[in-house]
């Protein structure tokens, strides 16, 4: 083909990839193994935009560079299709979801393989389809039958737990569990009937049913995560959430937070990624500490005085009375505190709204101003409480609790500003040291106690706190924080009312959704002998337990989810499933495995693959993932390899979160008129001079910011376009400018369909990389693709004439063009590497130009500049390669080209000659010139002597690889 026309180059070359099956991989070989993997896409109906490829392209570029060196690659694409978007579309239309997502999957790979992207297709996975689901039901199950021993720090069968039960009881068994968990012996535990043991199991499980406050929302009747929660309402649709407590299957995560943080050490990733993923597990050092409630009886506090006489000699400054024993049955409230030394300021405490004990500790005056704010709490997100850091509010529950170190009543209070699930759901508030506490004493009016001695003002106490030192009562005097702590500590401990304790941010999972379009939860339920339903596991040999159909995708009248209304669905036994599905990070914890070995039917992968294959080389995806599907990844991967089915701690040794591309928005300024029905609007340079609104025009029909008038009236009648007057400048209409996200409501959506028609997919591939650096965020603009499809075009010169005909000739290369290519060589090797794409297409550039400028015809030459490309621009790559005789393999099959030092170095260097501080010429020397000779030179060169005028040089310096300077 003489003639470049990217369209017919393209679809030619896909075609023969895919019958060849060019990508395909084995998971044997000689070949080193590279793992390059990108995060699961959700396939939405809108498809693609251009900002959604970024990260394709350059996980693309960096497989391809790795198969040119020499690795066997793994490059799979599959799709995370169970969600809430196709669920909402199946209860808008009444068509089932399993159908819109395949017609949105179909439509996704089109359009990715219109990109030339390298994916070996045959290993491509769905989270929906039930081949796939059935070993994600099958890890549940795993987790189900397995609690976590914090000695041996790793999870193991649940029968190694029964094992210990039924030697030593649960006594010396370190292992989260339940907090109503009892204590038991052998011998009771032997004494226990089958069922009571089976019920003691399930408080230590890794999965489990629990009461936990979650985001509930009732337009859609589900449960919904934090990232699908904005500002109070659902994400789609808009729909009010609540914070509501519910019976829901939990995933204990926290038994892995340290493990979680030790690993981030362990992994090439970002130093900010890292640091969001510790922030949120959230390692905290301190103690808990029991505030007892406070009830005004005689008999009680008599009783308190007699205990405190018999406990004052370890810690003299504690009045008696502080001390709660623990014979009295009054309630307390727990909190975890870093800073148990703070303990004197307290002033008051603050609870949870969700807190057990709001109910119970309320006084009858209260309650009406209790309830009527915890309704208003349930409105707001858990995500809104965590940041709103402005807002006071809160209520007091008529009760007080009492400072164990002073005695102190303090009031209680519930505010939303605590969560019931971070620590304990309350805290000690010290407004002296805190600011948010200090914001709500001020508002409420409560105390404010120094805790320096002597020190009435916060901000002599801030002085203080940044020297390290609390001057507090008692023996504490003088110690540092960390001194006192510790004495503090040990004391609490003595008296039974606190711990030390090592505490996490970090919460279970909830693990269930109360929705249609997911994994069932692989559970039936059996009633006990008390009517109570127990969660039973289904046997492997039942799995998949597929979805079931139903009439519609709506909650059932009595308010089950919509698995309810599946007709005659229940188990074997005769007993019910669970009817809420697994939520969508589920089917996404574990993927990278199931593309090792995708039809395997007997397990989730085989041990020679995943021993193959170990883990992913390269992550790419986006940011958004930080603290949701990289945890749960990691979890499950540890947990995985503690059962012995992975060998690696880790899932992902390298990550590189992307840039997003954010849309250049168009902007049409309509003068504000009573009559929208025939308005005006106005160009961008005239709008100061009318009182105007701005409104979002689709980008498609705005070219170098002027509209197209006629394509606007016909397709804007929403806001009465076809009937428009339009003020315009120099004759044309000329649009406003903004980078915002690239969205359909903005109308600032680019299909890289539309740009890979009219320039190519290796110009959209290239373009992408140039706009910026891979991590940064960098704005769309279809105006500069023209530059890159020209160079495309240039690249194309070098090996065709107008003509048409081929001036590739097999001779030698010339030293300067093996020094041009050398040189693009080891540039494009460093910046693939540094993951520099933008930097490696701007060598491309200056290579093409300057073969071109020295008329290059050399085989040798171009053919190793065809290969250096074709990572970046695969299809003219192969189509040139094979113009240059190669006709067995492709481009893909052949070696990275490798630059030559003797090449790279320059021969010769251009000295700018001063003549008295003044570039009067540069003079080319090889590099082994000596001093001498260079000045010599220089000398009697003509235009030095005529620039010297007959002067003799007083003196002549030559600086090596630099500058002569030559004074007369």
């Not at 890292?274 to 949120?280: C, D, P």
């Not at 002085?463 to 924080?481: P, Q, R, V, W």
Request: aromatic share 12%; hydrophobic share 35%; charged share 25%.
């Amino acid at each position: 083909m003489s003639e470049y026309s990217h369209g017919e180059i393209e679809k030619k070359w896909q075609g023969f990839w895919e019958k060849n099956g060019t990508y395909h991989v084995s998971n044997q070989s000689e070949k080193p193994k590279y793992y390059v993997l990108d995060m699961f896409p959700y396939p939405s109906g809108a498809g693609l935009h251009v900002g959604h490829p970024l990260g394709y392209i350059a996980s693309d570029i960096y497989s391809r560079y790795k198969r040119l060196k020499g690795f066997n690659v793994l490059h799979p694409m599959g799709f995370d299709s169970f969600g809430l978007p196709a669920e909402q579309y199946a209860i808008q239309t009444g068509q089932h979801p399993a159908i819109t997502t395949e017609q949105n999957i179909s439509r996704y790979i089109e359009q990715l393989k219109n990109l030339g992207l390298s994916y070996d297709w045959s290993r491509e996975v769905r989270t929906s389809d039930p081949g796939y689901y059935k070993w994600t039901q099958w890890i549940f199950g795993e987790l189900f039958n397995s609690w976590y021993n914090n000695d041996s720090d790793k999870a193991e069968p649940i029968e190694t737990l029964t094992q210990k039960f039924s030697e030593s009881g649960n006594r010396g068994v370190n292992a989260p569990a339940d907090e109503d968990t009892p204590q038991f012996t052998a011998e009771e535990w032997n004494a226990f009937s089958e069922e009571e043991q089976y019920k003691i199991t399930l408080k230590y499980r890794l999965t489990y049913v629990a009461d936990a406050t979650v985001n509930w929302c009732p337009g859609l009747g589900s449960v919904l995560s934090n990232d699908e929660v904005k500002d109070g309402v659902s994400e789609r649709g808009g729909f009010p959430v609540i914070q509501k407590l519910m019976r829901q299957w939990m995933m204990r995560i926290t038994a892995y937070s340290q493990r979680l943080l030790d690993g981030l050490d362990t992994v090439d990733w970002t130093d900010s990624l890292k640091e969001q993923q510790r922030n949120w597990i959230g390692r905290s050092v301190g103690a808990l500490v029991k505030f007892q409630i406070w009830e005004e009886r005689e008999e009680r506090e008599e009783g308190r005085k007699e205990e405190g006489e018999k406990n004052t000699s370890s810690l003299s400054s504690v009045p008696p009375s502080s001390i709660p024993p623990s014979s009295l049955p009054s309630p307390f409230i727990e909190v975890f505190t870093t800073r148990v030394d703070t303990i004197y300021g307290v002033t008051f405490m603050v609870i949870a709204p969700e807190h057990e004990l709001v109910d119970q500790i309320t006084t009858p005056e209260q309650r009406g101003a209790i309830d009527e704010y915890i309704a208003m709490t349930q409105k707001k997100s858990e995500r809104d409480r965590m940041s709103d850091v402005k807002t006071v509010s809160g209520a007091f529950t008529g009760a007080f609790a009492i400072n164990p170190f002073n005695g102190e009543k303090v009031p209680v209070y519930i505010a939303d500003y605590v969560l019931a699930g971070y620590g304990t759901g309350a805290v000690m508030a010290v407004p002296s040291g805190d600011q948010r506490d200090w914001n709500f004493a001020k508002h409420f009016d409560l105390p404010i106690i120094p805790i320096l001695d002597g020190q009435k003002d916060i901000e002599i106490q801030a002085d203080a706190t940044k020297e390290g030192k609390y001057i507090n009562s008692g023996i504490i005097n003088g110690l540092t924080f960390h001194e006192a702590n510790k004495v503090l500590i040990q004391y609490l401990e003595e008296k039974g009312i606190g711990k030390g304790k090592i505490n996490y941010r970090l919460r279970d999972a909830v693990f269930s959704r109360q929705r249609y379009w997911g994994e069932p939860v692989p559970v039936f339920y059996k009633e006990d002998s008390t009517g109570t339903p127990l969660p039973y596991l289904m046997s492997e040999s039942e799995l998949p337990l597929n979805l079931p159909d139903v009439d519609k995708y709506l909650p059932t009248e009595s308010g089950e989810p919509p698995l309810g209304r599946a007709q005659g669905w229940q188990h074997s036994s005769g007993s019910a499933y669970e009817l809420s599905t697994m939520p969508g990070w589920a089917g996404s914890s574990w993927y990278w495995y199931r593309y090792m070995d995708p039809k395997n039917q007997s397990e989730f992968a085989s041990q020679e693959a995943i021993g193959y294959w170990q883990n992913v080389d390269l992550y790419m995806g986006g940011t958004e993932h930080a603290t949701g599907h990289l945890l749960y990844s990691r979890f499950w991967n540890k947990f995985l390899k503690d059962r012995g089915y992975v060998p690696q701690e880790e899932p992902f040794k390298k990550l590189i979160n992307q840039g997003m591309i954010q849309g250049r928005s168009s902007f049409v300024y309509r003068v504000k008129s009573e009559d929208y029905n025939n308005p005006t609007f106005v160009s961008a340079g005239l709008r100061d001079q009318y009182e105007v609104s701005a409104l979002h025009v689709d980008v498609n029909i705005v070219q170098n910011d002027v509209l197209d008038i006629e394509k606007f009236k016909s397709t804007r009648a929403d806001i009465g376009a076809g009937n428009a007057t339009f003020i315009l400048e120099d004759g044309k209409y000329v649009c406003g400018v903004e980078i915002e996200k690239m969205s359909k409501s903005k109308f600032n959506v680019v299909n890289p369909d539309d740009i890979v028609e009219k320039y190519g997919a290796d110009t959209l591939r290239l373009y992408e990389m140039f706009l910026g650096p891979l991590e940064q965020a960098k704005p769309w603009n279809t105006h500069g693709i023209d530059g890159t499809y020209r160079f495309i075009r240039k690249l194309w010169r070098l090996f065709y004439n107008d003509a048409g005909q081929s001036v590739v000739k097999d001779i030698p290369a010339k030293p300067d063009e093996l020094k041009i290519l050398h040189k693009t060589i080891k540039k494009i090797e460093e910046d693939i590497e540094n993951f520099s794409f933008n930097t490696g297409v701007s060598a491309f550039m200056v290579c093409v130009n300057e073969l071109g400028s020295l008329k290059c015809h050399s085989k040798s030459v171009l053919q190793e500049l065809v290969i250096l490309i074709s990572p970046y621009a695969p299809h003219i790559a192969e189509e040139l390669w094979a113009a240059l005789g190669n006709a067995e393999g492709t481009v893909s099959s052949a070696s990275f080209p490798k630059w030559e030092q003797q090449h790279v170095i320059d021969a010769i260097f251009e000295y700018p000659v001063q003549i008295n501080g003044k570039v009067r010429i540069s003079l080319p020397f090889p590099l082994d010139t000596p001093s001498d000779e260079i000045e010599k030179s220089v000398l009697e060169n003509e235009t030095v002597v005529k620039w010297m005028e007959g002067k003799p040089a007083k003196k002549v310096i030559v600086v090596p690889k630099r500058i002569v300077n030559v004074v007369i």
